[in-house]
């Protein structure tokens, strides 16, 4: 049983079609890249797959069953923006993980915050935007779940954290489970991805193993990436 599909899914905000017959397949023990120009459906696609709207047309069915309660418990979201509590300190916030999700791993939580330095004895409104959304990244790859979908994971670190943030998604993921990664930082997570998913107004325009999708284009997936959407 595939893992996650989409099958002939729609989204539509009045008159205005966002996602247009989408049909999808996530297999197990993959890392697969999303990526689009802004704009083009990918968070629309993701906060349907995590049930935050509704869908217009169309199902997606996680391990064969619709998105619902049970989706939810296997799968781990890091949204682009952070949703945590900043009036709470990073311990209270493991602690509120680890009563929310059953599969939440505290051990693996503090072991990566201490790695990454830190201080879960601070407010997150005392941290940087870059430190809260390294709080979120560890908190969500903590879930022992069998499918993590992040959303711009990237965006607010620096480049030198990048390398480990990368590490940290690579090595702390189920065996068997899948990674979604959304991202237009394609350089730097190329290099981690087993296939990639291309959408453009609302569509999948490609799909493909990235090994493969280089050695046909004989070029980088960023290169293939801008040809493709050059403006």
Same mark, same amino acid.
Not at 85 to 98: H, N, P, R, S
Not at 120 to 125: G, I, S
């Given at each position: 049983?595939?893992?996650?599909?989409?099958?002939d899914?729609?989204?539509?905000?009045?008159?205005?079609?966002?996602?247009?017959?989408?049909?999808?397949?996530?297999?197990?023990?993959?890392?697969?890249?999303?990526?689009?120009?802004?704009?083009? +459906?990918?968070? =629309?696609?993701? %906060? !349907?797959?995590?049930?935050?709207?509704?869908?217009?047309?169309?199902?997606? @069915? $996680?391990?064969?069953?619709?998105?619902?309660?049970?989706?939810?418990?296997?799968?781990?979201?890091?949204?682009?923006?952070?949703?945590?509590?900043?009036?709470?300190?990073?311990?209270?916030?493991?602690?509120?993980?680890?009563?929310?999700?059953?599969?939440?791993?505290?051990?693996?939580?503090?072991?990566?915050?201490?790695?990454? +330095?830190?201080d =879960?004895?601070? %407010? !997150?409104?005392k941290?940087?935007?870059?430190?809260?959304?390294?709080?979120? @990244? $560890?908190?969500?790859?903590?879930?022992?779940?069998?499918?993590?979908?992040?959303?711009?994971?990237?965006?607010?670190?620096?480049?030198?954290?990048?390398?480990?943030?990368?590490?940290?998604?690579?090595?702390?993921?189920?065996?068997?489970?899948?990674?979604?990664?959304?991202?237009?930082?394609?350089?730097?997570?190329?290099c981690?991805?087993?296939?990639?998913?291309?959408?453009?107004?609302?569509?999948?325009?490609?799909?493909?193993?990235?090994?493969? @999708?280089?050695?046909?284009?004989?070029?980088?997936?960023?290169?293939i990436?801008?040809?493709?959407?050059?403006?």
């Open positions: 049983m595939e893992l996650l599909q989409c099958i899914l729609n989204k539509s905000f009045g008159e205005k079609k966002i996602l247009k017959n989408v049909n999808l397949t996530i297999p197990r023990g993959k890392i697969i890249g999303l990526l689009g120009k802004n704009g083009t +459906g990918k968070t =629309t696609l993701i %906060k !349907l797959i995590n049930d935050l709207l509704t869908i217009s047309s169309g199902q997606i @069915l $996680v391990n064969g069953n619709p998105i619902g309660v049970e989706s939810k418990k296997v799968i781990s979201y890091l949204p682009e923006r952070t949703y945590l509590d900043k009036g709470m300190t990073v311990e209270k916030t493991v602690e509120y993980f680890a009563k929310f999700y059953d599969n939440f791993d505290s051990e693996k939580a503090y072991k990566l915050l201490k790695e990454l +330095g830190l =879960t004895h601070q %407010k !997150l409104a941290m940087s935007k870059g430190m809260q959304e390294k709080v979120q @990244l $560890v908190l969500v790859m903590s879930r022992n779940a069998e499918l993590y979908i992040l959303d711009e994971p990237l965006g607010g670190v620096d480049p030198a954290t990048r390398e480990y943030i990368l590490d940290t998604i690579l090595t702390n993921f189920n065996d068997g489970a899948s990674v979604i990664i959304s991202t237009h930082l394609i350089s730097d997570i190329e981690i991805l087993d296939s990639v998913i291309f959408i453009d107004n609302g569509e999948i325009i490609l799909t493909a193993e990235t090994d493969e @999708l280089r050695n046909r284009e004989n070029a980088s997936i960023d290169e990436f801008r040809r493709m959407f050059k403006c």
